[in-house]
């Protein structure tokens, strides 16, 4: 109280500056800067039109041979010299949506408990582990498929054919371990830790006004994640889940390794699959004349162009919920 | 967030200052209907019992007894950082849902204990409905949905007709059915912020409870918002328990009868200094600490 009349004031004499003594035009770090990361968003422009000019010339020859029947066409022959991708284009779509309801309910069941529930001290642990989860390369995910999941798969496909083999779903040979459910399942648990670290942080933003307001209300801490949390970042969570499927659907070592990779079209869950990532990387080495290589990177289009419009679909969808809705993500 | 607060406390002792004749005729008038002295021997509702709250080890509220008298207005009053909103929110068990929260001593809503172990906290949020600083509406819901939100809980099945009479009653009752009347279906967050923490106090009334609290309910508000709240505070006393805690004195002294004075100890942790009649602590307290606090010599 007693320094109150006090002012602070600078023991320098003052100076007096004009300010034309500073222009705008020797400003040149700014301009620099500005240059420099108009530059960078230039090239990441330059580049993907690149890619889709390379994989439209590459696979010129075939778009002039099968034009846009290849998408529908179900025969992949080599020595008549015949391709169709229809069976693949299945396979991706199946096996991505299966490890989609694998994942998502485990993701955002995980997210929340971190988010919400853990105790501080394991908070930091159970993130760390989700993450390093997320980096794991995915031959390792291949491998550890093919010696540990296989085998369990094959077991759970008996047992699931012997009591309910009259489900259309479960009707597919029951024998190799390989084959959708495997894929599905592999693919869950690689996509899982990127879904669940990203719905965690999304849920962590959500004032905790939000949930108290609906606690205050009486409501059990159940009703008021589902009925105040959940739907304050939906359009955030629905996010996360197309990153997870963006992911599945390029998703390509793994799958190769336990998706048994049967060029056909799958009719059950057991069916062996081959998806479109996997038949680029398993056949390209053996390619040997034009129009294979230039087919398979004709498969490389069509994933390319499905990616996109699922993730324009995606984009209407988020669209949609959060349409006329203030306030969901401040 | 804190600058805008500042502003708004200005603006609303100003504005309170032009306001004040109405607003004491007003009040005044209140005060003689329920007659000049306060007989002691009120029905008690909240019954608080060597209360103290922890956050981790650090206590931030100490042993504090204090008995609310049912169907009255207390305030709670007291320096910034005092354990007012935590002491608060210990009265409806929302303390124990901030990290590392507890409580020990006794709470008695109607002479049963609210820490008894075997007493859930969701049913005592059905009896103590609470109204937060900033006004929060739940976003993705319609006005009609925000008021219903708390009424729905628990229930596998409502009659539409009776949904809709209770949001008309709730928004009634809460001063707000004439401006939300045609907009029922629209976002709660299209409501100005007056409007949305009229809505919130809806939404706590349309679970009848017997006593809402309320943590400093105007202090995100503009000076005509904070009156009508006010307005509604004294409206809603005839049926309902409330306690308000407020860093606006003159709010304590507009709509309190009682008044609670707490303050910060030698252990950072919130004491409660004097309790009493609302016109007998503000014009003739008996602790020196609420008299220097009253005349703004601190805090």
Redesign the interface.
């Known amino acids: 109280m007693a320094g109150r009349n006090t002012i602070a004031t600078s023991p320098l004499p003052a100076q007096k500056t004009k300010l034309s003594d500073h222009p705008a035009s020797a400003n040149w770090g700014d301009r620099i800067f500005y240059n420099l990361v108009r530059l960078s968003a230039l090239f990441v422009i330059i580049l993907s039109s690149l890619l889709v000019i390379e994989l439209f010339h590459g696979s010129w020859e075939a778009i002039n041979k099968f034009g846009i029947g290849f998408i529908w066409g179900t025969t992949w022959d080599p020595v008549k010299e015949e391709f169709g991708t229809l069976p693949t284009i299945i396979g991706t779509l199946v096996k991505s949506l299966l490890a989609l309801i694998i994942a998502v309910p485990i993701s955002i069941g995980a997210a929340v408990y971190i988010a919400i529930f853990a105790p501080?001290w394991l908070r930091g642990p159970l993130s760390y582990l989700v993450e390093s989860l997320a980096a794991i390369p995915s031959v390792i995910f291949g491998l550890w498929g093919l010696f540990v999941l296989v085998p369990i798969v094959r077991v759970i496909q008996i047992w699931l054919k012997g009591h309910f083999g009259w489900f259309p779903l479960f009707s597919g040979p029951a024998v190799y371990g390989v084959g959708v459910l495997a894929a599905g399942i592999i693919l869950a648990i690689m996509i899982t830790p990127i879904i669940t670290a990203i719905s965690r942080d999304i849920i962590r933003s959500v004032?905790k006004?939000?949930?108290?307001?609906?606690?205050?209300?009486?409501?059990?801490r159940w009703?008021a994640i589902r009925?105040?949390i959940l739907?304050?970042c939906?359009v955030g969570l629905a996010g996360a889940v197309i990153l997870g499927l963006g992911r599945a659907l390029g998703e390509t070592m793994a799958v190769t390794m336990v998706g048994g990779n049967a060029f056909a079209l799958i009719t059950s869950l057991f069916d062996p699959v081959h998806s479109m990532a996997s038949q680029i990387a398993s056949e390209f080495s053996e390619a040997t004349y034009s129009l294979y290589i230039s087919s398979l990177i004709y498969v490389g289009l069509v994933l390319f162009g499905i990616t996109i419009i699922i993730n324009i679909l995606a984009q209407i969808l988020i669209w949609k919920i959060s349409n006329?809705?203030?306030?969901?993500i401040e | 967030m804190n600058k805008r607060d500042d502003q708004v406390n200005n603006e609303g002792t100003a504005t309170e200052e032009r306001s004040l004749p109405h607003r004491r005729v007003h009040l005044h008038s209140e005060h003689q209907q329920q007659g000049e002295q306060k007989p002691a021997d009120m029905p008690i509702s909240i019954s608080i019992q060597g209360l103290n709250a922890y956050y981790g080890k650090f206590r931030a509220v100490k042993n504090i007894t204090l008995d609310i008298k049912a169907k009255q207005v207390t305030s709670v009053i007291g320096p910034s950082g005092c354990g007012k909103s935590t002491m608060l929110r210990c009265l409806?068990r929302?303390h124990e849902?901030t990290?590392n929260g507890r409580t020990d001593g006794k709470v008695l809503l109607d002479d049963e204990d609210i820490y008894d172990k075997r007493v859930d906290p969701?049913?005592v949020?059905?009896k103590i409905?609470?109204v937060?600083q900033?006004p929060?509406?739940?976003?993705?819901?319609s006005v009609f949905d925000n008021v219903v939100?708390?009424f729905k809980?628990?229930r596998f099945w409502v009659n539409k007709s009776e949904l809709a009479d209770r949001v008309e009653l709730a928004l009634k009752q809460a001063s707000l059915w004439d401006e939300v009347k045609d907009k029922l279906n629209q976002?709660g967050?299209?409501l100005s912020g007056g409007q949305q923490q009229r809505l919130?106090i809806a939404?706590?009334l349309a679970?009848e409870p017997e006593v809402v609290l309320m943590d400093e309910p105007c202090s995100a508000l503009d000076p005509v918002a904070t009156l009508k709240i006010e307005d509604l505070i004294r409206q809603l006393t005839s049926k309902y328990t409330i306690v308000i805690v407020t860093h606006n004195m003159q709010q304590a002294a507009r709509v309190s009868d009682w008044t609670t004075f707490l303050l910060m100890g030698d252990d950072r942790a919130g004491e409660l200094i004097e309790y009493g009649e609302t016109k007998q602590l503000f014009t003739n307290p008996k602790d020196e600490r609420t008299e220097a606090y009253i005349t703004g010599r601190f805090g």
Do not use: D, W
């Open positions: 501080k004032p006004s939000q949930m108290e307001g609906m606690l205050a209300l009486g409501a059990t009703e009925k105040a739907p304050y939906r006329g809705k203030v306030g969901i | 409806n929302m849902e990290q969701v049913a949020r059905r409905g609470m937060f900033k929060n509406p739940f976003p993705t819901m939100a708390g809980l628990n976002s967050m299209a919130c939404r706590t679970v």
